[in-house]
């Protein structure tokens, strides 16, 4: 498989697809900020080639997106504790306006169309399955990453439904997961490792020294 040819031609889906506008999202195509990338978030860490892929929930709401250009910010609070936690693993991301792209990891989302509403807005169940089985699960089966992080509940869910692995028939609270040994998933390669969001959320579910101790049980399965 070329895995550039195959990558470039799901960001042109993804520009293409209008599946969710019907709920309240907008494909970043549809605004004068679009990515070349899969989504804005992999404009940050895109290598195709890494051994892990780190997925969160969604990029935020249209109305944000407009008043920052379609930038995320270095000092946004989920950047900079992602940072923190990626140096964990051994990576030096850099900063969003100035990242390092040579480190062997990938960033992405659940749902990669921006909420109508505000940053808090909740997402339909469509359209984590939408965006799963067109894009997501495409992007995981393209990188072949080893290890998949997850930030918070929804993408953790969204994984499982796409792959249902062999001996997993509900999908257990985050609590219940975390720090215990990887979820494996007999036909594919790759181990899952459900975390907190490091975002506002997340760290008031569970604090940033816990969710360090979370990514350092991480470290020893790279």
Known sequence: MNKQLE?????????????????????????????????KWTDW?????????VIGQDWGSLDYWNKN???????????????????ILGFDIGVVSNPNRSEPIFFTNSVLCLKDGNMSSPVLKKCYYNCGSKFLKPQIDIIKPQVIISLGYAPYASILELYRPIGIDQIRPLRDVIRKEP???HDEDF???????????????????????????????L
């Open 7 to 39: 990558y470039q031609k799901l960001v042109s889906a993804r520009k293409a697809c209008r599946l969710c506008k019907e709920y309240g999202m907008t494909n970043q195509s549809a605004t004068q900020f679009d990515s070349a990338s899969i989504g």
């Open 45 to 53: 860490q895109g290598n195709i080639d890494a051994k892990v892929m």
């Open 69 to 87: 250009q379609g930038n995320g910010t270095d000092t946004n609070p989920t950047n900079c504790n992602l940072m923190q936690l990626s140096g």
């Open 183 to 185: 979820i494996n998933f």
């Open 191 to 221: 181990k899952l490792f459900p975390v907190y969001h490091c975002g506002g959320l997340g760290l008031a579910n569970r604090k940033l020294d816990e969710q360090k101790k979370d990514w350092e049980n991480i470290k020893r399965w």
